[in-house]
């Protein structure tokens, strides 16, 4: 038997994949033709979203600032985006984005930027809508201003896909919204711009890549292309996140973790996310200085265990790079643990402050927060709140 059989081939199913990627060592300089080609199209003004330092420690404000200057592109920078971005800073981004006259948004930096940015791409043409009535449904937006992605990490898989993520700090909601309009008109990923991420990053954003896919391939809406994109992010990052951890500059190392979140941000564009994204989101929902990535990684045994008997071929198939024994649920689990303790991340929820007292309220944000319960509903099996209470219980 093998991982084909899994799927129905009465379903049908959409496969997408849309931006225009720049990718590989060198590639910002693109910008050069990207401005240009705004430039040409009436574009004068521009709203940059960064964090503080990456945008500039990597050397990619250099050639970006540059390319706006030489093609006469007037731009304005917001350089406050944290991790988790918060619809707050959204606000505030997208009030100085309109004043300027924005008409395009260029977004330098990991996911938290890049989704920062689609958010304010969205709110430039519904000024009087707000971060909150946009991640609460409020309304269901189908423009936006053009989005160009420089990825600083490879992890995310944001510049290529119509997801971006944002908390509303007062409800401790961490909705996840999904449009057409912020698909990324251009995306740069360049792996020289990565070398200087930091053994943690470089680790977590890895981890992030393999749960998008371990999810995207397992989902009730799975499709044959999210499963073989699946098993060749897993070979991949399996293949080239220790020699990453072992020499932080190996640049063919850096180019394939780059190409593998690339490819696991299109094949969660098309087979979608479930139980671990919406058990991390209120993790980090909660804790907002907490790593995206680490919270996914202490999960992740859980859920295999959990999804194993709908989706055992599968994941026999796209688990096989990383883990040697996946001939039941529990050695599929604990397989995986023994790869995430490889690669220096051992952690459990308790190592990170949670304790069992918090099992409530996380159980109650995954169900009552914003998009979580569509997640949750395509889960390949039933997601209910004794198995989601299960999950986070098993991960202490």
Not at 65 to 94: G, M, Q
Not at 231 to 242: A, F, M, N
Not at 276 to 303: C, N, Q, R, W
Request: hydrophobic fraction near 40%; include cysteine; aromatic fraction near 8%.
């Amino acid at each position: 038997m093998s991982w084909e059989k899994d799927l129905n081939v009465n379903d049908v199913m959409e496969i997408r994949t849309r931006t225009c990627v720049y990718f590989g060592c060198g590639a910002i300089h693109k910008i050069n033709d990207i401005a240009k080609t705004y430039a040409n199209r009436g574009i004068d003004k521009v709203v940059v979203m960064s964090g503080r330092n990456a945008y500039k420690s990597t050397g990619a404000w250099d050639v970006v600032e540059k390319a706006l200057k030489e093609n006469k592109i007037e731009y304005i920078n917001y350089d406050k985006v944290t991790p988790n971005p918060t619809t707050d800073a959204i606000d505030e981004a997208a009030k100085m984005a309109r004043e300027f006259g924005a008409k395009a948004v260029i977004t330098i930096g990991g996911g938290s930027p890049t989704d920062a940015g689609k958010s304010v791409a969205i709110l430039l043409k519904y000024p009087n809508e707000t971060g909150s009535s946009l991640y609460e449904f409020k309304f269901a937006p189908t423009e936006a201003a053009p989005v160009v992605a420089i990825n600083l990490t490879h992890g995310t898989g944001s510049e290529t896909n119509r997801f971006a993520v944002a908390t509303i700090l007062e409800k401790n909601y961490k909705p996840a919204i999904a449009y057409d309009c912020i698909y990324p008109e251009f995306a740069i990923d360049d792996p020289d711009l990565m070398t200087g991420l930091s053994p943690k990053q470089t680790r977590y954003v890895s981890i992030d890549a393999v749960n998008h896919v371990v999810e995207a391939a397992t989902s009730k809406v799975a499709s044959p292309y999210s499963v073989t994109l699946a098993r060749q992010v897993i070979e991949l990052v399996g293949k080239y996140l220790p020699k990453a951890i072992e020499n932080p500059s190996d640049k063919e190392a850096r180019y394939y973790l780059c190409y593998a979140a690339l490819m696991g941000g299109v094949c969660f564009d098309n087979g979608l996310l479930h139980y671990t994204h919406a058990l991390e989101h209120p993790l980090s929902a909660m804790k907002p200085d907490f790593s995206h990535g680490l919270g996914l990684a202490i999960l992740l045994p859980a859920v295999i265990r959990n999804i194993y008997s709908a989706k055992a071929e599968t994941l026999k198939y796209i688990l096989e790079p990383i883990a040697k024994d996946t001939a039941s649920a529990e050695k599929a689990a604990e397989s995986v643990y023994e790869w995430l303790k490889s690669v220096d991340v051992p952690n459990k929820l308790k190592d990170e402050g949670f304790t069992e007292g918090d099992v409530e309220k996380l159980t109650e944000l995954a169900f009552t927060t914003p998009s979580l319960d569509g997640l949750l509903g395509i889960a390949p099996t039933n997601a209910t709140k004794e198995a989601v209470k299960a999950i986070y219980t098993e991960s202490l």
